[in-house]
């Protein structure tokens, strides 16, 4: 890795990091996220950063961008330094992937999205991957993706909030992408990346990634990464039992911030104020005092509130 993600990434002080996809406007569930996450990082007296994981380039909205910093400061939330976006990042993800071809850790696949329809499902809750392409693809096929070899590796991690997690990466995972088919670097290798080079020293976010932090530390380890602490909090699910997100229609956040800003810390289990707020920077101020993550419910998934 570069210079710059080793001194960034030996940055001592607690810094926290909110990062949504432009893919549509902020809704109920990014504002648990954004919530627990700044009160994390603001109580412990650290920085909370903003980056824009937009390295899925087809799924993301034009305006979309615009829409979350705007909403993100409407509701009262100052972050430190520049927003980051992941599609101004592909040199420094370029050049993890070419350390991971050096020891050896990647190889190309040929394999499609019907042919893997048949592997069996991990205890991750995806298709393990079955290895076809592991010792090598026929000439006559062209290579689709990069994929890491996990071998035999559990990896294990107290989460914060969570308690103790293990995973078994080749029988609950296989080896996974990190360069996709299309080209474009995956999910797992960029995140590593981004937040070694911020300096990234806890992590808070929604339990619906908790599956994917053993991929994260492994890359972390095959590139000589420091591992940041993890929280991970409940995710909101609407009435049909699903995560709230653009795909399942979330209804974006109201112009009026600061009901949502009590709902979000009611869903965290928070201490309520005794009175409503002025305004959403009076109530950030109050809640990083009041945050207190032994509060926190430690499940998964939890319903929404109604009028969200």
Sequence with gaps: MSAAVVVASRVARHRGRFAPSPTGPLHFGSLVAALASYCDARAAGGEWLVRIEDVDEPRSRAGAESAILDALTRYGFAWDGPVVRQSERSAEYEQALARLRTIGAVYPCVCTRRELEVAPFGAAGERVYPGTCRNGVASERMPRAQRVRVDATSIAFVDRLQGPQRQDLARDVGDFVVRRA??????????????????????????????????????QQLLGLPTPEYLHVPVAINRAGEKLSKQTHARPLPDDPVPPLLAAWRFLDQRMPDGRPDSASAFLAWAVHAWSRARLPPVAMLPAPRDH
Excluded at 193 to 216: C, E, K
């Design 182 to 219: 299309d080209g474009l670097f995956a999910y797992q290798l960029a995140v590593v990346v981004d937040d070694a080079l911020q300096g990234v020293t806890t992590i808070v976010r929604g339990a619906d990634l908790l599956a994917s932090t053993p991929r994260q530390i492994f890359l």
